[in-house]
């Protein structure tokens, strides 16, 4: 299998003007993937489509492919307010591709997940591990997976989880939930439930394979 060589988008300048690249293994600037740096001529108005300047950017990847640059932004926002006494949280997840030609950003896919409101125990994250670029079906479109934890809930039990992969504007999803240990060689959870009928074949074997390596929620 093919990876699509992930870039740091500080120098996504240089990456937009070179021909797709592609190496077999993930370069150790992976993980440094510009966090929290969004490229020049994009805004979180653009990334979360509310018409606010505001939130957190966690997550910036780029990539080339066939068609030229692409860029992958995970950012949130969050809110807490007061409701009959309670504190309420809430909070929502967003993940937005844009193609990128001639220094121009143009949306490819938006992804929002919301937990809101909540007045329990709101556990709202994106599992860092979990991103990755891969081109399993080898042709000019890199396939961006991920996946997350958005969850309320005042017992402990297994947190809501769901992991996407998305290849141009298509979405593939497993949704269920981490896997809880209960104690004594008991877990619960880590399930899920696939959506990939119309996905190319090894998609879903892939998907099963990072969803297992982040079982636990991490």
């Given at each position: 299998?093919k990876?699509?060589r992930?870039?740091s988008?500080?120098?996504?300048?240089?990456?937009?003007?070179a021909?797709?690249?592609?190496?077999d293994?993930?370069?150790?600037?992976f993980?440094?993937d510009?966090?929290?740096v969004?490229?020049?001529g994009?805004?979180?108005?653009?990334?979360?489509?509310?018409?606010k300047?505001e939130?957190k950017?966690?997550?910036?990847v780029?990539?080339?492919?066939?068609?030229g640059?692409?860029?992958?932004?995970?950012?949130s926002?969050?809110k807490?307010?007061?409701?009959?006494?309670e504190?309420?949280y809430?909070k929502v997840?967003?993940?937005?591709?844009?193609?990128?030609?001639?220094?121009?950003?143009t949306?490819?896919r938006?992804?929002?997940?919301?937990?809101?409101?909540?007045?329990?125990d709101?556990?709202v994250?994106?599992?860092d591990?979990?991103?990755?670029?891969?081109?399993?079906?080898?042709n000019?479109?890199?396939?961006l997976?991920?996946?997350?934890?958005?969850?309320c809930?005042?017992?402990?039990?297994?947190?809501?989880?769901?992991?996407?992969?998305l290849?141009g504007n298509a979405?593939?999803?497993?949704r269920?939930?981490?896997?809880?240990d209960?104690?004594?060689?008991v877990?619960?959870?880590g399930?899920?439930?696939?959506?990939?009928?119309?996905?190319?074949?090894?998609?879903l074997e892939?998907?099963t394979?990072?969803?297992?390596?982040?079982?636990?929620g991490r």
């Open positions: 299998m990876l699509i992930l870039v988008a500080l120098i996504l300048a240089s990456v937009l003007v021909t797709p690249a592609f190496a293994d993930i370069p150790e600037t993980q440094n510009a966090p929290g969004l490229p020049a994009l805004t979180l108005k653009d990334v979360t489509g509310t018409g300047d939130g950017v966690e997550r910036v780029s990539w080339n492919e066939g068609d640059g692409h860029v992958a932004v995970f950012a926002t969050e807490e307010g007061q409701r009959g006494g504190t309420w809430s997840l967003y993940v937005t591709t844009f193609h990128v030609r001639d220094g121009k950003f949306k490819v938006a992804v929002k997940e919301a937990v809101q409101p909540c007045n329990l709101m556990t994250r994106f599992i591990g979990s991103i990755g670029l891969t081109n399993i079906d080898g000019d479109k890199g396939e997976t991920f996946a997350y934890i958005a969850n809930a005042g017992d402990v039990s297994p947190l809501g989880m769901k992991l996407l992969m290849e979405k593939y999803a497993l269920g939930g981490s896997r809880v209960l104690g004594g060689g877990t619960e959870g399930t899920f439930k696939p959506d990939f009928k119309k996905a190319p074949r090894g998609f892939h998907a394979k990072v969803w297992n390596r982040h079982i636990d």
